[in-house]
């Protein structure tokens, strides 16, 4: 009966959290720090809760690719695609090959490196929106050094990925992407095709918990629905906020737990 009775609560848990994701994303992001952790609760491995939660997020980061299709640039298409083909698939097969246990300690890591991200993507944004209405000379983007510059930031998507979006952008314009536009688009392009790869390394893994999954997808879809009709009346800094304490509340937990 208790045992019947714990479960509900945390599939209802599991609800909470993916709608929660899903308005996070739509809004901000992070919506990791909740859904993962929640497939965790229901009992999930740490690695399987990791990539069940990649596929259960990753159609949402669909719809921004086709919605910022027309900002990209087709010039540096190929070389953001290659980087996020090799860094996604081979941040998926170690994150694969890592044992339970590794992982298990290596999440209130991840988790924190990931919130601080968050953090310091705030000063990063403005500099990018000051450096793109600024005017200076464009510099030409060797396509090798593109390359180079993106695969470690598309491996870390592969593996784990949360707080990976700015990294992307402030690459993309160190190397002489200069418009905020563009840079957001080539963004989304990278981790969506990034998330794929992993998608597919993980489904072809067997590493898929399905019935927690399709759950997990369904109400962060619809978590994102909701999030994208708020998203403009919300204040950003607010927002930023929210992610990355709840972000850190997760890595104390998880540090606490394993200690």
């Not at 044992?99 to 209130?108: K, N, S, Y």
């Not at 396509?143 to 402030?170: D, E, K, N, Q, R």
Request: aromatic content about 10%; proline content about 4%.
């Amino acid at each position: 009966m208790l045992n019947g009775l714990s479960l509900h609560w945390q599939y209802i848990w599991l609800v909470v959290a993916s709608l929660i994701a899903g308005v996070m994303n739509a809004m901000a992001g992070g919506g990791s720090f909740v859904s993962f952790p929640a497939l965790l609760a229901m009992g999930v491995l740490p690695i399987e809760a990791n990539a069940t939660n990649t596929v259960a997020l990753w159609p949402g980061q669909v719809t921004s690719m086709a919605a910022l299709r027309k900002d990209l640039r087709l010039d540096l298409l190929p070389v953001v695609l290659a980087a996020a083909v090799v860094g996604g698939v081979g941040g998926a097969v170690v994150l694969l090959h890592t044992q339970q246990i590794t992982f298990l300690h290596m999440i209130p890591w991840l988790l924190l490196v990931a919130s601080l991200l968050f953090w310091v993507s705030a000063p990063v944004s403005r500099w990018l929106k000051a450096r793109s209405s600024a005017p200076h000379e464009a510099m030409p983007i060797r396509p090798a050094t593109l390359f180079l510059a993106l695969l470690p930031v598309c491996f870390y998507i592969g593996y784990f990925g949360a707080g990976s979006g700015f990294l992307i952008m402030t690459a993309l314009a160190l190397l002489g992407v200069e418009k905020m536009h563009e840079l957001n688009a080539l963004k989304v392009t990278a981790a969506g095709a990034s998330n794929l790869c992993a998608v597919i390394t993980f489904i072809h893994g067997g590493a898929i918990i399905w019935h927690y999954c399709l759950i997990s997808m369904v109400f962060a879809g619809i978590g994102g629905y909701v999030g994208a009709q708020y998203t403009r009346r919300m204040n950003a800094e607010v927002l930023r906020t929210i992610v990355v304490v709840t972000g850190m509340v997760m890595a104390g937990y998880f540090f606490w737990r394993n200690g």
